[in-house]
């Protein structure tokens, strides 16, 4: 006896060397294999796809399909999926696995689905970003790798960044929405997107990315004086504040142009002075382009942190 598979091809049992199987409860409740098999008929179903683990329950259905004399659903069993360490299959034990929590974590509906169509498949021309349409034009099961699918969580991260820069400004606002933190300020948004839009992986990392120019930020005196001494941070912050303060317009051009000039005229290596102010200003040492960035904080904010900056390297 045996089955035609979509992605295995045929596959053969011994009727005889199927175990007996219980189909009727004590309590008359139907065992799952009957009525899966019975519920899969009433509702017209007519392709079965599901995991490799369940090839060695197919020969009961395929029996049972057989003694109620009704036709065959066409099967296909997917390979498993694993987890991104590539050991074991993906369970919820061991991490969140549903739709609705990597939706949570502010992945795009879209990008969640074009990531499950190439997990172990691939069109013609492997290309990784494509339509529901293009998919459904392209697929066939025939196709579709035997090998277990490791879930990647780089390649989701990546289609997922993929998806947000292709959303259209007033689009991507709106998904964000339930991201934003209720401390940020009302109109911040629209100023600070343009300068993170390009980092965002998930929409969550709108927090992180955003949230120094707007909360205290903590100084580690390790990062201020990197690469350079107590003496040399605190004279380049008190020289930048006051070339700051000095400034009769507070925007992008006239603050890189103060900084860059302050930079060449005392010699200061250029890594070490704008790694300090970006340090000095944020806490982070990785943020949007440090100029937008300063312009964004406004210059009181500017100011006073890099004078608390000072201060923090000699206490």
């Not at 199927?18 to 009525?35: C, E, I």
């Not at 079965?48 to 109620?68: C, D, N």
């Not at 074009?114 to 290309?127: E, K, S, V, Y």
């Not at 300020?185 to 980092?199: D, N, Q, S, T």
């Amino acid at each position: 006896m045996s089955f035609t598979d979509l992605i295995r091809g045929e596959i053969s049992f011994q009727s005889d060397q199927v175990d007996d199987q219980v189909l009727l409860k004590s309590d008359g409740f139907p065992t799952y294999h009957l009525a899966v098999v019975v519920d899969d008929h009433l509702m017209q179903i007519t392709h079965v796809m599901r995991g490799e683990e369940w090839i060695t329950s197919t020969p009961k259905h395929v029996l049972l399909y057989q003694a109620f004399g009704w036709e065959l659903p066409v099967f296909a069993h997917m390979p498993l999926f694993l987890n991104p360490d590539g050991k074991g299959k993906m369970s919820k034990r061991k991490g969140t696995v549903s739709a609705q929590s990597f939706l949570d974590k502010g992945y795009l509906p879209e990008a969640l689905l074009n990531f499950f169509m190439i997990l172990g498949w691939a069109p013609a021309d492997q290309r990784e970003i494509m339509t529901l349409n293009e998919y459904i034009q392209e697929f066939d099961p025939k196709d579709v790798s035997m090998k277990a699918a490791i879930f990647d969580l780089q390649k989701l991260d990546w289609i997922n960044g993929v998806y947000i820069r292709k959303l259209d400004q007033n689009d991507l606002i709106q998904r964000l929405q339930p991201f934003l933190p209720v401390d940020m300020p009302a109109g911040f948004l629209e100023k600070v997107l343009p300068l993170v839009f390009e980092r965002l992986v998930t929409l969550a990392d709108i927090v992180p990315f955003t949230k120094f120019f707007y909360r205290e930020i903590a100084l580690d005196k390790e990062l201020l004086l990197k690469k350079a001494t107590p003496e040399l941070v605190q004279e380049q912050l008190t020289k930048t504040i006051a070339a700051l303060e000095g400034l009769s317009e507070w925007n992008t051009a006239s603050i890189e142009q103060v900084i860059r000039q302050l930079q060449e005229e005392h010699d200061w290596k250029k890594k070490q002075y704008f790694m300090l102010l970006r340090v000095a200003g944020t806490g982070q040492q990785a943020t949007p382009p440090l100029f937008e960035t300063l312009e964004l904080l406004e210059r009181e904010r500017c100011i006073e942190r890099f004078a608390t900056a000072a201060e923090r390297v000699t206490s």
